[in-house]
């Protein structure tokens, strides 16, 4: 079954250094999210992907985070300078459509980030 | 901004038995509504999903009911399987907003044999 492909699975990092996460979504999907769990809370959304642009993103997607598609197969998430409060599980999601009443997004495993 | 609140944080159920998982949600917008289900060290996968024009959907052990009026809906497992422990989470979606899911707190369902 296609799947949604994240790494690292977990990153240590300084506050205030810069990090990227990437993911690799499933090959024939169109829209592409980033999602994030702070630890015991719930999912939220950051940000939604298509054709190579932001389609829309939340009040937590601010300057230091940005979204790029470099490649055919990678769509990435870089943090450019790391705060205590961005540790959190970062989920990559893909979907084929745009339209949740058609549509559904396949999650990856997640990327854990730790910021010291 | 709780727009999406479960409010179970667990529930045990004996196998066999049916598991009744609870969302409210307060954004009278949202018209679509999906469940997902996360195992530890995975990301959520989805399991079932509700259109705001309908007010049931079933597929196999899972049922999904909505209560418009009252803002509410319901996960039904029946009969419940030790591997259907897990955390369930709630979402929702507004038309016009589709790709952002608002998701509830989860509720973290335990069946026991």
């Known amino acids: 079954e296609p799947e949604v492909t994240q790494t690292p699975s977990h990153q240590v990092t300084q506050m205030g250094q810069e990090v990227i996460l990437r993911c690799v979504p499933i090959s024939n999907h169109l829209y592409f999210y980033w999602y994030r769990q702070i630890l015991g809370q719930k999912v939220e959304f950051l940000v939604s992907?298509?054709?190579?642009?932001?389609?829309?993103k939340s009040e937590i997607f601010d300057d230091q985070f940005s979204v790029e598609r470099p490649d055919g197969s990678n769509f990435t998430l870089k943090i450019r300078s790391t705060k205590l409060e961005d540790s959190a599980m970062y989920f990559c999601?893909?979907?084929?459509?745009?339209?949740?009443?058609?549509?559904?997004?396949?999650f990856g495993a997640g990327s854990r980030l730790t910021v010291l | 901004d709780q727009q999406v609140k479960q409010n179970s944080p667990s529930l045990s159920v004996q196998e066999g038995r049916i598991s009744i998982l609870n969302c409210d949600y307060t954004n009278s917008m949202f018209d679509y509504f999906l469940w997902y289900k996360k195992y530890p060290a995975e990301g959520p996968t989805f399991l079932i999903s509700i259109s705001s024009i309908k007010d049931k959907n079933e597929d196999g052990r899972f049922t999904v009911f909505l209560n418009k009026s009252a803002k509410h809906l319901s996960l039904h497992i029946v009969p419940s399987q030790p591997g259907d422990s897990a955390v369930y989470f709630c979402a929702a979606s507004e038309h016009g907003t589709a790709s952002k899911l608002t998701f509830g707190t989860g509720t973290r369902l335990q069946v026991t044999l």
């Open positions: 992907f298509y054709n190579n642009e932001i389609s829309e």
């Open positions: 999601a893909s979907s084929a459509q745009g339209a949740a009443g058609a549509n559904v997004l396949t």
